[in-house]
């Protein structure tokens, strides 16, 4: 066991000795429990390894941790949560020492708990309307549900005690999925369930989406995606990775000639925006995701072994604030940059990544620049980029969206000097799958526009995740899916 | 999936693999290109032009130079072997109509991806006069195939050891000039011979097509590694091309950035290079062995 996590265990194992029996425990004593630690590498040492950087709580911290909870019987939790986990009930299972009894809850309502766990907005969503929370002022110090839900959701795959999923009779009926992240993974599963054929069609060699292209390793070890569409095969659904729809085959095809009875298009928001400055096509620039898939799904991080180069560099600026901006950030770091610098047009408060990420980030050295905003990449006479020119921002009026706008200094111009620009300000709708199959209608921004029962313009084809709500979360894209298995379910039972 | 059925080496380092991959062969159209990988694990995902395809067989065909660390390893491939990952068709299909003169340039292996190209623009009621370029007489590719399928044929060699001695640029040149100039141009192979081709067409106002083949990883347009500038506008060459108007096309700049990577590919190069050597001297060492006892 590491140092910290002896040490932090037992803390947690004094303290539970201390408060004596559980069972009675008065709110009041519940609320002076401190929220237990996340266990993490070293920052330092950290910086040089692609291992997942929060380590877990052990028994004894997760047991502690879910004596913190007040089983408010109003369950402001299960209300932020996009899901509804009936979290109050999970977490009273985790307090009692029943960690199966957990699981089975919060998989009544989530698939992939082991990935939620690690990487949704908890303080935005569950832990925002959490009363501990309230008491102590600050949504960080809420009970710790993504942490409590990683606890039990691991020792369940790591006991090996999770079940195959029952299916039902052979019905006959036959449905594509098409992409395999988040979105997919949820439909396939459930459409299965109800005794269907899944065959599920992703276009790049390997499955998982995001999260097997975008998110790192050491936020999110593969191994656990990789677990999850095992899982799915085991359940009998068909995977056929190298395949994209719209190309390979249209989806008209599928439905019309190949014996499909209906579809699902989880396809994602993977098209890269670029900043649109002066500069962006020089050597040296990246889109996020291209730097991203060279190292997490091609692992040009293992440099000797693997085939795929990345760009060796000393100085990179990251352009953005979100998730994404901070996972590039934090790959250079440990692809061996000296300096990273991450440029945000607004402050930190504004900012879209998690509040761990952010934290994180922070603890391993990556310099925030915020209110400054990129006007130009420069370059040498080879094209390789030798600088970013920022302007200084102010905050201006809010805007429509009630976001402050950030408005640059005239003259506040200036050039920081790296050798490496990392674009990673958003993506928008993947087009392949519309621009293929102009049944298919889409709004001005080219999300798939759907109706209540998540069905497009087409019929008994549906749709889900980010291709219908732009670039989201893990969580939403999980829960669409799910919400168009049920009627795709209701369509094939001919109750639709 | 994807097994090998043939493999041909067309001359040095040039490799030819013929492969199962049904869908493909259905439903590709001229002008159309694969991502492959010859390590499911650890490998990289290159684009290779398809060369030629059987319907009937179920069959593609890709041509290629052994010269980076993936086409090393695909040529070490033999019949019966699988390719492990291969994803296409990808890319639009060349615009094929009838213009009337159609003049092909193919540059090296370029050739093999204009082949489908000078079937479909003979098909669709062109005449077809195709260019084929090479450094030297052993590089010539496929020439059997492309007086096949075109109207008329001329083969150039840098050093003169074959056909015309001199670039591809001269023929094309003189037909522009003639009375019968082309009504299109299309043009494969390095960059700079692309370049010059669209440099020469260029003052004529003869629309000339070019093919890019850039680097990239996932071919679907979700990284953008494969971007170009065409017209002063960024494109993404494997989902809006790879044919592009090559009057527009800013070659400096994606001549500079394909070489971003070029000491790792070098690297990388060497690795395969020195694994083979091992192969090598260990079976000798084997073999020797055996003739000792
Ligand atoms: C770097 C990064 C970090 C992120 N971090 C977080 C985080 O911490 N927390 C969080 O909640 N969210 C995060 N997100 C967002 C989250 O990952 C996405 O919202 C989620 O993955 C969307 O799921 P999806 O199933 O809709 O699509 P995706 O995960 O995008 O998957 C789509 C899949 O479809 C495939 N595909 C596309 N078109 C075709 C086709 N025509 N044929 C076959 N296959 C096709 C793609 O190859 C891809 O594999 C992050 C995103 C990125 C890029
Ligand atoms: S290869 Fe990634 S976008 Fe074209």
């Known amino acids: ?496 | 999936m994807n097994r090998i059925v043939s493999k041909r080496l067309l001359a040095n380092d040039l490799c030819e693999l013929e492969f199962e991959a049904p869908h493909i062969a259905r439903g590709h159209k001229a002008g159309q290109f694969l991502v492959l990988q010859a390590d499911h694990d650890w490998g990289e995902r290159i684009p290779l032009t398809i060369a030629d395809a059987n319907e009937s067989a179920g069959t593609v065909t890709v041509v290629f130079q052994a010269v980076g660390a993936t086409t090393i390893k695909l040529a070490r491939f033999n019949p019966g072997d699988c390719i492990p990952d291969v994803l296409g068709p990808l890319g639009n299909p060349s615009d094929v109509r009838k213009f009337g003169r159609v003049v092909l340039c193919g540059g090296g292996i370029g050739v093999a991806p204009i082949h489908p190209i000078a079937q479909a623009m003979r098909a669709a009621g062109n005449h077809v006069t195709s260019i084929l370029a090479a450094r030297t007489k052993d590089l010539v590719i496929f020439e059997n195939r492309m007086r096949a399928a075109s109207d008329e044929v001329i083969v150039c060699t840098d050093d003169g050891s074959y056909g015309r001695k001199g670039l591809v640029t001269a023929p094309l040149k003189e037909m522009c000039e003639s009375a019968t100039p082309p009504d299109r141009v299309i043009a494969i192979g390095p960059p700079v011979m692309m370049k010059f081709c669209a440099a020469t067409t260029k003052p004529f106002g003869i629309p000339t097509i070019v093919s890019l083949n850039t680097i990239m990883i996932d071919g679907t347009g979700m990284c953008g590694g494969c971007r170009v500038m065409v017209g002063g506008k960024m494109k993404f060459v494997c989902v809006d091309g790879p044919d592009f108007d090559g009057h527009e096309v800013d070659w400096d700049n994606m001549m500079k950035r394909m070489r971003a990577f070029r000491p790792f590919e070098e690297e990388a190069r060497r690795r395969v290079r020195d694994h083979e050597c091992n192969i090598d001297k260990a079976a000798r060492a084997i073999a020797a062995a055996k003739e000792d006892r």
């Open chain 1, 1 to 496: 066991m590491n140092a910290q996590v002896e040490t932090l265990d037992a803390a947690a194992r004094a303290e539970l000795d201390a408060l004596g029996d559980l069972g009675s425990l008065a709110p009041a004593v519940r609320s002076k429990i401190a929220q237990r630690e996340m266990p993490s590498q070293d920052p330092k040492t950290r910086v040089s390894n692609m291992d997942e950087v929060a380590l877990g709580y052990t028994e004894a911290m997760a047991r502690l941790e879910a004596q913190r909870c007040l089983q408010c019987p109003t369950k402001p939790c299960t209300a932020g949560c996009p899901v509804a986990i009936d979290i109050p009930r999970f977490i009273k299972a985790v307090a009692c020492g029943d960690d199966a009894g957990a699981v089975a809850t919060i998989k009544e309502s989530s698939l992939l708990p082991s990935i939620c766990g690690r990487v949704c907005p908890q303080e935005r969503q569950c832990m925002k309307g959490c009363t501990v929370g309230k008491i102590a002022r600050d949504p960080a110090k809420a009970v710790a549900i993504g942490r409590l839900e990683r606890y039990v959701a691991d020792l369940e795959r790591e006991r090996g005690e999770e079940s195959v999923p029952a299916v039902a009779p052979p019905t006959g009926k036959r449905v594509a999925v098409v992409g395999s992240g988040p979105a997919s993974l949820a439909f396939a599963a459930d459409v299965r369930r109800a005794g269907h054929e899944v065959v599920v069609f992703e276009a790049l060699h390997k499955c998982g989406g995001v999260l097997s292209y975008g998110i790192p390793e050491f936020r999110l070890p593969k191994a656990i995606v990789e677990h999850e569409v095992e899982s799915l095969r085991r359940m009998g659904v068909e995977i056929r990775t190298d395949f994209v729809v719209g190309r390979s085959r249209s989806l008209s095809d599928l439905l019309s000639e190949d014996g499909f009875d209906a579809a699902f298009v989880g396809s994602g928001a993977g098209l890269p925006r670029f900043a649109g400055i002066p500069g962006e096509n020089l050597v040296g620039v990246f889109s996020a995701n291209e730097y991203l898939t060279r190292s997490n799904l091609m692992k040009a991080y293992a440099e000797g072994r693997a085939d795929t180069p990345f760009y060796h560099a000393r100085r990179v600026a990251v352009l953005g604030g979100g998730n994404v901006a901070m996972d590039a950030a934090r790959t250079a770091l440990r692809l061996g940059a000296e300096a990273v610098h991450l440029v945000y047009r607004r402050t930190e408060a504004e900012m879209p990544a998690r509040a761990e990420e952010v934290a994180h980030a922070k603890e391993e050295g990556v310099v925030f620049r915020t209110l400054s905003a990129p006007t130009r990449v420069v370059g040498d006479e080879n094209d390789v980029v030798t600088g970013l020119e920022t302007v200084r921002c102010e905050l201006g009026e809010p805007d429509a969206s009630g976001r402050r706008s950030p408005v640059p200094v005239p003259g506040s111009e200036e050039v920081l000097p790296v050798d490496c620009v990392i674009v990673a300000i958003g993506n928008s709708s993947n087009p392949l799958v519309p621009l293929t199959t102009p049944e298919i209608r889409t709004d001005s921004k080219g999300r798939i526009v759907v109706d209540a029962n998540h069905e497009t313009t087409m019929r008994n084809v549906f749709a889900g995740g980010d291709i219908v709500l732009g670039a989201a979360t893990v969580i939403l894209a999980m829960g669409e899916g799910r919400a168009a298995a049920r009627a795709c379910n209701a369509r094939l039972a001919g109750a639709l």
